[in-house]
């Protein structure tokens, strides 16, 4: 299974690096169906293993120029501080039995796997439908936008507080229709964020958690090498044309897990 495990992991790197975001909406279920570790510790590894592999995946954003450090903050700073609320104060909260209905029992960790599974689905909506080209000419660039992606951004941080993704399917739309970013500074910015957010909700909740160094290091690595190829085929091969298919398997995935934490 572990085999299994490293394969999905270079995955997650490959998508990261082709189509700019969605893979590290896997990380948590791979972590918690091949690897065994419980719901809420995976969002912890997540957010490391997804940090890690942004930082990765922007370097090369960097070197071409293809990153708005003010559009980052625009939309990080908002999104960090609700991801530091929700890690802090919203997440210890959650009791560990939520409640019980005949032999169902909704535990925390049935929980958050089943807000995991609902933001699959709509990541997956995100990368099935076509892409709607949007002409700046039509957009002002007003206050509104701007505080409309700052609330966004607290949307984003308190998801990948809860669940440890990354919200890249969220991010990339807002910067483009709201904030007029070309789609490959949109791409780079989301990957600075999502490094960010990830990497310092991470730090900020360590301490709570017994890790796996061993593990989590070796599946950060293949994921990295993942973003090494996924950002070689790009050049091969137009990300768009595969962005569907990965959202049909994210989304089977997604339903797969409603079914088992609910049904099975």
């Known amino acids: 299974m572990e085999i299994l495990g490293y394969l999905a992991a270079v995955l997650i790197g490959v998508s990261l690096g082709l189509i700019g975001g969605g893979g590290s909406i896997l990380t948590v279920p791979v972590l918690v169906y091949i690897f065994g570790i419980d719901a809420l510790l995976a969002t912890e590894y997540s957010l490391f293993i997804v940090g890690i592999s942004s930082v990765a995946g922007s370097l090369s954003y960097f070197k071409n120029g293809w990153v708005d ?149 070796t599946i950060s690595a293949i994921a990295i090498l993942g973003i090494i190829i996924g950002t070689w085929l790009s050049k091969k091969i137009d990300g768009k044309k595969l962005k569907p298919a990965f959202g049909w398997f994210i989304l089977i995935m997604g339903i797969y897990m409603i079914i088992k934490e609910i049904f099975l």
């Open 69 to 217: 450090l003010k559009t980052a903050f625009i939309f990080g700073t908002p999104s960090l501080i609700s991801l530091f609320l929700t890690r802090t104060y919203i997440l210890p909260l959650i009791p560990d039995e939520i409640f019980r209905a005949g032999h169902f029992l909704l535990t925390k960790d049935i929980f958050l796997l089943l807000i995991f599974a609902v933001l699959m689905i709509l990541a997956s909506y995100k990368m099935i439908r076509k892409n709607v080209e949007v002409n700046p000419v039509l957009i002002q660039s007003n206050k509104n936008n701007s505080l409309l992606a700052a609330g966004e951004g607290s949307i984003v941080g308190i998801l990948t507080g809860l669940v440890g993704a990354g919200g890249g399917f969220m991010i990339i739309p807002a910067l483009v229709n709201l904030l007029k970013t070309p789609m490959k500074v949109a791409i780079g910015t989301s990957l600075v964020i999502i490094s960010f957010n990830s990497l310092i909700g991470f730090f900020s909740s360590i301490g709570s958690v017994k890790l796996q160094w061993d593990l989590l290091i």
